[in-house]
């Protein structure tokens, strides 16, 4: 029997081509990774309650009365939302004032001077995901990035695309702030002055 395919098989069951690419090994963390994914369902399979109990867990569900309408509404937390929500749910609140947030990155204080006064330490480049259940502007009712450029300064809402931009345009400044940098590295050790 012959190993070749006749030319007029229905393009449906021709067979797909082989990739022509040279087998590698597995590294060791990815060898690593296997074997804990390996352990880790193992482990599930004989204690599945024990798994159950140690899986996500579930985003919170609370209601609160809206003290504009006095309806009663349901909210579903983001997933990791880090706000307790004790104040909208004792106190009632209006319900554009409802959000839920994602832990924000760690915060980096650096001291910024304005109008020739002294340099106050302000929060610089902050970022969460955020959701607005009941916001007037539909964009922030989805999950979407918030980024804090500079304390209480907010680029927002964001979808991926946005951010994404954001991220490249910081990308490109921080590519010139290091060409900044080594020039200035660069005349200081020209002109290097004994103080």
Same mark, same amino acid.
């Given at each position: 029997?012959?190993?070749?395919?006749?030319?007029? /098989? #229905?393009?449906?069951?021709?067979?797909?081509?082989?990739?022509?690419?040279? #087998?590698?090994?597995?590294?060791?963390?990815?060898?690593?990774?296997?074997?804990?994914? +390996?352990?880790?369902?193992?482990?599930?399979?004989?204690?599945?309650? @024990?798994?159950?109990?140690?899986?996500?867990?579930?985003?919170?569900?609370?209601?609160?009365?809206?003290?504009?309408?006095?309806?009663?509404?349901?909210?579903?937390?983001?997933? *990791?939302?880090?706000?307790?929500?004790?104040?909208?749910? +004792?106190?009632?609140?209006? +319900?554009?004032?409802?959000?839920?947030?994602?832990?924000?990155?760690?915060?980096?204080?650096?001291?910024?001077?304005?109008?020739?006064? #002294?340099?106050?330490?302000?929060?610089? /480049?902050?970022?969460?995901?955020?959701?607005?259940?009941?916001?007037?502007? /539909? @964009?922030?009712?989805?999950?979407?990035?918030?980024?804090?450029?500079?304390?209480?300064?907010?680029?927002?809402?964001?979808?991926?695309? *946005?951010? @994404?931009?954001?991220?490249?345009?910081?990308? +490109?400044?921080?590519k010139q702030m290091r060409a900044v940098h080594a020039q200035l590295v660069e005349l200081r050790a020209q002109n290097r002055v004994e103080l």
């Open positions: 029997m012959s190993n070749t395919v006749p030319a007029d /098989l #229905p393009r449906m069951f021709r067979p797909e081509p082989k990739l022509s690419a040279v #087998p590698t090994q597995p590294t060791g963390r990815d060898r690593e990774a296997l074997e804990t994914k +390996a352990a880790q369902a193992s482990v599930d399979a004989q204690f599945p309650l @024990a798994a159950q109990l140690v899986a996500e867990p579930a985003p919170r569900s609370w209601s609160f009365v809206d003290r504009r309408t006095g309806f009663r509404h349901e909210v579903t937390c983001l997933p *990791g939302c880090v706000v307790s929500h004790e104040r909208e749910i +004792a106190l009632g609140v209006v +319900a554009e004032d409802v959000w839920c947030m994602t832990a924000e990155t760690d915060d980096v204080w650096l001291p910024v001077s304005t109008g020739g006064k #002294p340099a106050d330490e302000v929060r610089l /480049l902050a970022a969460s995901i955020r959701q607005d259940p009941f916001d007037t502007n /539909l @964009a922030k009712r989805v999950p979407h990035a918030a980024v804090e450029v500079m304390e209480d300064s907010f680029i927002e809402p964001l979808d991926p695309d *946005g951010l @994404a931009t954001v991220i490249l345009g910081l990308e +490109a400044q921080l």
